[in-house]
């Protein structure tokens, strides 16, 4: 009987520990306006806190969609057709543009699901064109994104 008892307590021990151990680690990664005065509301903290980060995520995404769609059609509005013009069909627009290593290529699509364009369709759109990684060099970023909008995006007749 005592030794469970000892048994028992060594691991009753050993649980606060850990929990101790996590309940640091979970303050350590909260923005001090979620981190309050009693270890028992750290939890509520970084509910709050994951809650706050997703609607940030969410405003950001939407803005960074609109930027996209106001460069892209500003900057070549031949090569963009919006999702309307598409019928909502896969993707809404292509936009390809240098960065410091090579070139970006930014499909957008108000669709999901099965409507949804795969990476790997892009990927082999690219393949398709003759690039390679590293292959890049002195390449025609207009042609490439003419291309791309014509193999990507299906034409609706405009």
Not at 55 to 73: N, P
Not at 99 to 119: I, K
Not at 120 to 134: F, H, K, P, T, Y
Request: charged share 25%; with cysteine; glycine share 6%.
């Amino acid at each position: 009987m005592q030794k469970k008892k000892l048994l028992h307590r060594d691991i009753e021990r050993q649980r606060r520990q850990e929990m101790a151990t996590l309940f640091a680690s979970l303050r350590d990664h909260l923005p001090l306006q979620y981190i309050k005065r009693a270890v028992s509301e750290h939890v509520g903290g970084a509910v709050n806190f994951i809650k706050d980060t997703e609607t940030r995520i969410k405003e950001l995404s939407a803005r960074r969609d609109e930027l996209i769609r106001e460069t892209c059609y500003t900057s070549n509005p031949d090569l963009a057709r919006t999702a309307s013009e598409l019928g909502n069909s896969v993707p809404a627009s292509v936009m390809v543009q240098p960065c410091v290593s090579g070139f970006e290529v930014a499909v957008s699509s108000d669709s999901s699901g099965p409507q949804a364009l795969p990476l790997s369709r892009v990927l082999e759109a690219l393949q398709e064109l003759g690039l390679e990684v590293n292959s890049f060099g002195c390449l025609d970023l207009a042609w490439l994104q003419q291309k791309l909008v014509e193999e990507l995006i299906p034409s609706t007749g405009y």
